[in-house]
T-cell receptor, first 112, second 112 residues
């Protein structure tokens, strides 16, 4: 049972445009959400996070939006750069638990 | 900035052999996590430790055991290896004051 879902396995955008990566979750007990970027043969690199008490968090080119009623979050990258090309994982943590539950990832390709 | 260190980076074992993976967390991070990522899969939580005590447990096989030592490094011991144990094994760490987990580069285990 996939509690964190990233329904788009891949996304391709042009350099300079906006990249929007989506993530849906089913467990209403999740209270913290994180986005990680992963290059091949490397570990996931933390990008940005958001607590369930907020609906938006921004850090430079990266913004995460959380819609609790829809159990949906999205990562916006503006402007997209070729170096952003990687697999992006959405992860969630349930309050009182240590583990992160990951989605299956979305492969982003930013074309020059 | 210091990152999570994992060793070895690559490991090849035969079926029924044993393997030990090591993880050195970021300095002043007192919580350590182990995740397993199979080919094309999302990382799956195995186990976590806080102050040398197991703090949470996921889908870790009984053939695997782990511990955290007084210097906060952790070891994942895997016995009676099976072909299906071939995967990337990530270690992550975090300080008590934060939710974000920071991942190491991973150990790629291949069981032949």
């Amino acid at each position: 049972d996939q509690q964190v879902k990233q329904n788009s396995p891949s996304l391709s955008v042009q350099e300079g445009r906006i990249s929007i990566l989506n993530c849906d979750y089913t467990n209403s007990m999740f209270d913290y959400f994180l986005w990680y970027k992963k290059y091949p043969a490397e570990g996931p690199t933390f990008l940005i996070s958001i607590s369930s008490i907020k609906d938006k968090n921004e850090d430079g080119r990266f913004t995460v939006f959380l819609n609790k009623s829809a159990k949906h979050l999205s990562l916006h990258i503006v402007p997209s750069q070729p170096g952003d090309s990687a697999v992006y994982f959405c992860a969630a943590r349930r309050g009182g638990s240590e583990k992160l539950v990951f989605g299956k990832g979305t492969k982003l390709t930013v074309n020059p | 900035a210091a990152g999570v260190i994992q060793s070895p980076r690559h490991l090849i074992k035969e079926k029924r052999e044993t393997a030990t993976l090591k993880c050195y967390p970021i300095p002043r991070h007192d919580t350590v996590y182990w995740y397993q990522q199979g080919p094309g899969q999302d990382p799956q939580f195995l186990i976590s430790f806080y102050e040398k005590m197991q703090s949470d447990k996921g889908s870790i096989p009984d053939r695997f055991s782990a511990q955290q030592f007084s210097d906060y490094h952790s070891e994942l011991n895997m016995s009676s290896l099976e072909l299906g144990d071939s995967a990337l094994y990530f270690c992550a760490s975090r300080p008590l004051s934060r939710v974000t987990q920071y991942f190491g580069p991973g150990t790629r285990l291949t069981v032949l």
